[in-house]
Each structure stands twice: as C-alpha cells, then as structure tokens.
Nanobody
Framework: QVQIVESGGGLVQPGGSLRLSCSCATSGSIFRDYAMGWYRQAPGKQRELVGVLLRGGSIRYADSVQGRFTISSDNAKNTVFLQMNNLKPEDTGVYYC???????????WGQGTQVTVYS
C-alpha cells in the first residue's frame, strides 16, 4: 500500500506559478510499481487528469496544460512534482496525486491541495 501527501497549493494571480509536491511512502520505488498521476477537481466538475508519469519516465499531459505544466520526480525520495506556470483562473481546483498500480499492489490518493488562481 502507498501513503500519499500533497503539498504546495495556494493563492496565485493569473500568470503566476506554483509547484506541487507529492510525497509517497511505500516499500520500494513508486516509479517501478505505480503510474503517478496528477488530477484536479474544480467546484461542480468531475475530477480530471492533468498529467501522468509512467514507468520508464514517459509523461502525458492534458491538452489544457500542455506547455504550461511539467511533471518531474525525485526518485530517491519517492516524490513527484507538478510545476505549474502561466496559471489561469480555470486552473483553480483541488489537485490530487494518485498512484495507480501496475499490478499486485494497492494504489492510493492523496488528500488534495487547493490551488486558487484569482484576478
């Protein structure tokens, strides 16, 4: 099982930046056993995928954040980051980190961190 804690959310004006962290506690490497995804949920909307870090290091982004958001990782610390630049009001929401197991393990969600982009 994996324990996940997100941090780094906050208030920012349009055009600003934030860096979210997703710290994971598990036996072994999260990058070997899980696909690590960042999701967000705006008020009144469904949770949506922002981007995902796959085994081997490939990364996929939603079209809405492509070119503005970057996923990176610190393998030694089992931590995944989401660098968000040129933020827009529509980026507002609760951001969640999710570990999707490749097999044989239990995944998990973090508690979420609020990101608010206001004018």
């Amino acid at each position: 099982q994996v324990q996940i804690v997100e941090s780094g959310g906050g208030l920012v004006q349009p055009g600003g930046s934030l860096r979210l962290s997703c710290s994971c506690a598990t036996s072994g490497s999260i990058f070997r056993d899980y696909a690590m995804g960042w999701y967000r949920q705006a008020p009144g909307k469904q949770r949506e995928l922002v981007g995902v870090l796959l085994r081997g290091g490939s990364i996929r982004y939603a079209d809405s954040v492509q070119g503005r958001f970057t996923i990176s990782s610190d393998n030694a610390k089992n931590t995944v980051f989401l660098q968000m630049n040129n933020l827009k009001p529509e980026d507002t929401g609760v951001y969640y980190c999710h570990a999707e197991p490749y097999g044989g393990k239990i995944g998990g969600w973090g508690q979420g961190t609020q990101v608010t982009v206001y004018s």
